[in-house]
Each structure stands twice: as C-alpha cells, then as structure tokens.
C-alpha cells in the first residue's frame, strides 16, 4: 500500500487468508471475525488511512530502489 500506483489487494489478504491445497487458488471468503486474522485487519486500515492522509505515499514523487546497509539481501524503497 506504499509502492506508487494502485495497490493490489486480493480478497482476504486483508484478513491473512492464503491459497489452499494450491498455492494460486483462495478457497471461500472467511466471513466469521473470530476466524480472522485481525490484527492484520486493522494494520491495513491503518495504512489505508496514511495512503489517503499522504498522497506522496501514493502516487505522487520519486521511487528509488536502495540496498539495505550491509545486508545485500534486502531490497528498500524510498
């Protein structure tokens, strides 16, 4: 929700829903809260919200690709 454009959110992730047996397919929607993941829920709507409240999270400015310190492994934006 911070990479520049329009975020690609598949149903459930907000809730940490994964694939099934198959890795590419979702099986159905988890409707029962008790049975979400929601702390995960409440992550994205928080970023949701600073996406609205910051444009430049968004769409606006510079994308940069950097490594990471020492660690080659790491890939960041800014």
Known sequence: LTFIGTPCI???DE???TGEMDP???????W?????????FEHVRKLI???REHPLLAN?????FVLSG??????VYT
């Open 60 to 64: 606006d400015g510079e994308l940069r």
């Open 32 to 40: 029962d809260q008790e049975q979400q993941n929601r702390e995960l």
């Open 10 to 12: 598949y149903y459930g």
């Open 15 to 17: 809730i940490g829903m």
């Open 70 to 75: 020492s660690d080659d492994s790491c890939l």
């Open 24 to 30: 590419g397919c979702r099986k159905c929607m988890i």
């Open 49 to 51: 919200h600073l996406r």
